[in-house]
């Protein structure tokens, strides 16, 4: 790595930390990436390679403009995001859903780093604070980080660090799908990228059918908690099924079971409640079930999950799971570049954080890049416009955030500002005030918009 600057380092090689080496390195910064697999595993990894998606396949909506989840998709593109790139390049069919095989995915961004002339990767765990003489320092450790280094930076910081459970859905076999039953469809029959509307298979339950699911997942096995781990809160966008169920009998039919836009071919009717299957790889051949997040024992897995229709033969290339996810409290502790206040030469990105998800795990992993490498190269940092996806999800970290109710945040509309209230639409002829969907796809526009200003290039349009 000949360079007269001094390298980067950037610890944890999930997808955070891979972006923000990848931001780095093509900002003419040399980065030194450490990923502790597969010289040390997590509960959650089955490999060691970078950027392993470990819970869903599904970046989910790529709708730019009116879905904020979209909108970040898209700043992402235009801000050279590795990760999206590969996203894009590994999709596979989802609906409106942005989702991939999980192995290319992960292939492409262990490849395209590996290949960086100002990237060098070294495999060993961090077991503590990063050495004094590594100036620069991005911690990119992720939700599972490991437990030394977690308490070296709780001792450093004298917070808590706060927790929840994130729980893993389970997959199935392609094959083991009984279509007599089930059915190809996506909801309202929307392609999306790389779809044909007919993404999902569905599995439909009848009133009888749904009620005793929902009386089995309450009755199941449980996975055991140790006694600190008790008192930890869920992550309410990653929920177990059986958790949601005993929140009431019709829970899951307006949530993950939820059937609108979805129609029996063997009926000509919706049913009572759907199972949806999500596709996982590219050859198609195994499919994970939707929202089906779960703490159940495993043989409980196979058996509550085989009463569903459709699934009675279903063979699990892999059953869910469930694992300790840990986040500092960055409102407090963060400032606005990421740095951490008592110890200005680290930085945080990532779920660590407190943001929730991919793609904004790799939105923070990318800013985080931006900052050191502007920093690095004697600039100061400026942070995304605040009416951006970007923006709103920085502001909510490092500062608008209550440090004392502060928990994990999807990015969504609510963190960007509102449009202006002079602004107004024209329908049937009447002006009247944006609101609904209206009101996003201004905010997604501005967004993009303010964005490339920003960046300082003209306005891209999105086919």
């Not at 596709?279 to 897995?301: C, P, S, W, Y």
Request: glycine letters at 10%; a negative charge; proline letters at 7%.
């Amino acid at each position: 790595m000949p360079s007269s600057i001094a390298p980067v380092h950037v610890i944890g090689g999930g997808l955070a930390g891979s972006e923000a080496a990848w931001t780095l390195a093509n900002s003419g910064v040399p980065v030194i990436l450490h990923e502790m697999r597969p010289v040390r595993g997590t509960d959650a990894h089955k490999t060691g390679g970078l950027a392993e998606l470990v819970c869903s396949n599904s970046f989910r909506s790529d709708d730019h403009e009116a879905n904020a989840v979209g909108v970040l998709h898209e700043e992402l593109r235009r801000c050279g995001s590795l990760i999206l790139e590969a996203g894009d390049a590994h999709k596979v069919p989802a609906g409106s859903a942005l989702a991939v095989d999980r192995d290319g995915f992960s292939a492409m961004v262990q490849s395209r780093l590996e290949a960086h002339p100002l990237v060098a990767i070294e495999r060993g765990e961090i077991d503590g604070l990063p050495p004094a003489d590594w100036d620069s320092v991005i911690i990119a450790t992720g939700p599972l980080t490991s437990p030394a280094l977690a308490e070296a930076i709780q001792s450093r910081t004298g917070s808590d660090s706060l927790a929840f459970f994130d729980a893993i859905a389970p997959i199935v076999h392609t094959d083991s799908v009984n279509f007599d039953v089930a059915w190809y469809q996506s909801r309202y029959d929307k392609p999306g990228p790389g779809g044909t509307g007919k993404d999902y298979i569905n599995c439909p339950l009848d009133q009888d059918q749904y009620e005793t699911f929902v009386q089995a997942l309450l009755d199941s096995e449980k996975m055991n908690f140790h006694e600190w781990e008790a008192t930890t809160p869920y992550f309410e966008g990653c929920m177990p099924i059986e958790v949601m169920a005993s929140r009431g009998l019709d829970t899951l039919r307006y949530g993950p079971m939820k059937p609108i836009g979805l129609t029996d071919p063997r009926t000509g009717r919706r049913a009572h409640a759907v199972v949806q299957l999500r596709q996982d790889n590219a050859l198609a051949t195994l499919f994970n079930i939707v929202g089906f997040q779960t703490k159940m024992r495993h043989g409980e897995q196979v058996r509550v999950f085989r009463t569903i229709p459709g699934l009675e033969n279903a063979e699990f290339a892999r059953l869910g799971g469930l694992h300790r996810n840990t986040f500092i409290n960055s409102p407090r502790l963060l400032d606005g570049s990421l740095r951490l206040k008592v110890e200005p030469r680290l930085r945080f990105a990532g779920q660590i954080t407190g943001v929730e998800g991919y793609v904004e795990s790799s939105a923070i992993g990318l800013l985080a890049g931006r900052f050191a490498a502007a920093e690095r190269l004697g600039r100061q940092p400026e942070q995304p416009p605040r009416t951006t996806a970007l923006g709103g999800l920085l502001a909510h970290i490092t500062g608008e955030a209550n440090p004392e109710t502060f928990q994990p945040m999807n990015v969504n509309f609510g963190l960007l500002p509102p449009p202006d209230e002079a602004e107004t639409i024209t329908v049937n002829g009447k002006r009247r005030k944006l609101k609904g969907l209206d009101r996003k796809k201004v905010q997604a526009r501005r967004a993009l918009a303010d964005l490339d200003l920003w960046l300082g290039r003209p306005r891209v349009a999105v086919e």
